[in-house]
């Protein structure tokens, strides 16, 4: 069987949850041996995508699955939220006001940007009443 | 995340350790506005223990970079670890926060 682990957050848990996932995650990474860079990106990019799907996605569960394969790390978010596909509207590259000064500088879309350029690939899919991400990272 | 400070004469020195991301920045946050709020002005902050940065924390720090900023103080960062410099580079907060590789410089003519 292929090293990995599932874990969910329920509704009740929230923003721990995010937190439990990148505890959990990191603890795997530590077990597999996984470079610190890698352990780094993907926390990140778990961090930005729970934190969207818990703040606006009106999710009753999130479930998040890794995957261990030979060349490459996988990571399946699933919530049962509404419809959202978070890499559906084109990141504009360099991202709003990327070169502004500090006081006009605004924050915003940033998350799934940092995503987009710290995963190898990046897929989102609605199946049956589920939102799918899936990322893939290579080693 | 542990958050530890000290004040050398008038710069305040917070050393951020663990992770900043949509869980602790709202302690990150605090302890920000805590320093500013008893007056600190000049802030260099230790991110030799970060082991990585979010979205999250990127607003905590741009809204700290900010209010030093219209208040004339000054904000500097140093020890950035590769994930975390990928992730200013990527979100532009290369250019414009000050980011040094050391304390020594970040304290130079502060």
Redesign the interface.
Known sequence: MRPGFRIGIGAETR??G??RV?AKFAEFAEERGLP??IR??V??AL??L??NT?AYGGAARIVVDVALHPNRLSVMLIDDGRPFDPFGREAPP??P???????E?K?GG??I??VR??MDDVRYERRADRNVVVLTKRL | MEITTRTQQDVTLVVLAGHLDSNTSPEAQAALDAILAGGGRKLVIDFSALEYISSAGLRVLLGTAKRLKQGGGALRLFGLNETVREVFEISGFATILTVVDTEASALRGL
């Open positions: 923003w721990d995010a937190d990148g610190a860079a780094r990106s926390s990140v961090d930005e729970l934190a818990i360099p991202p006001g990327t070169a502004l000064p500090v006081e500088r924050i940033e998350g940007h940092l350029r710290m």
